[in-house]
């Protein structure tokens, strides 16, 4: 099976999607699947997955790379004659042929929930595309029950759970390892990106 994905997450940013993301690919490129990757980036970027193909695009301004996927992502895509579709960050390319069955992964609904913690750019942007997709998605991926059930209320569209792994890099360790390397007694670990949306002072006055 050929699957084209956008590997925007892998080159925009560094966070909980993107790991999410290379995890996942670092597994479905292994040969006992018998998958076919073809990733769309708009840049040189090498995630430096082996066993994934990569179509790059032609170097544009930050400012456009949202945008590139319907451009000439979508041009890239459809020479490679895809069986399957795989929007990582909700971004179906406008006009992509509807024969090619389309899969999407939805990590929160946050635009629509809590629209008030995002930064205008982003909550425009993902009510625009992100909307459409989920509407037009052949299969939806949820990361959460609770985010599958949000998929239903808000878009009468059922959702399939399928939980994030844990990568085997993950291990408990001590405490004393942090506090002798950062010279700390007490101390909270966050992972992931601060946001407003995240509320981490609330748990900080917690």
């Not at 456009?64 to 459809?78: D, F, P």
């Not at 990568?167 to 670990?189: D, M």
Request: glycine share 6%; proline share 5%.
């Amino acid at each position: 099976m050929k699957i084209g994905l956008d590997l925007a997450p892998l080159s925009i940013f560094r966070g909980g999607i993107s790991v999410y993301m290379r995890s996942l690919l670092e597994e479905l490129v292994k040969p006992e699947h018998e998958l076919d990757l073809i990733g769309y980036l708009h840049n040189d970027t090498d995630p430096g997955i082996k066993g994934l193909t990569l179509r790059h695009g032609k170097k544009i301004s930050r400012h456009l790379r949202q945008v590139w996927i319907h451009l000439e992502g979508k041009k890239l895509a459809q020479k490679d004659n895809l069986d399957l579709f795989w929007a990582t960050l909700y971004q179906l390319p406008l006009g992509f042929p509807g024969k090619i069955p389309i899969v999407t992964t939805v990590y929160d609904l946050m635009w629509k929930i809590l629209p008030q913690t995002m930064n205008y750019k982003t909550r425009f942007h993902l009510k625009l595309i992100a909307d459409r997709t989920i509407q037009k998605a052949s299969s939806i991926i949820a990361i959460s029950n609770s985010t599958a059930q949000d998929v239903h209320d808000h878009f009468n569209r059922r959702a399939t759970t399928i939980y994030p792994g844990n990568r085997s890099a993950y291990q408990p360790a001590s405490t004393n390892v942090a506090r002798s390397k950062f010279g700390l007694e007490r101390y909270a670990l966050f992972v992931g990106t601060w946001e407003p949306r995240k509320n981490l002072e609330r748990v900080l006055q917690a």
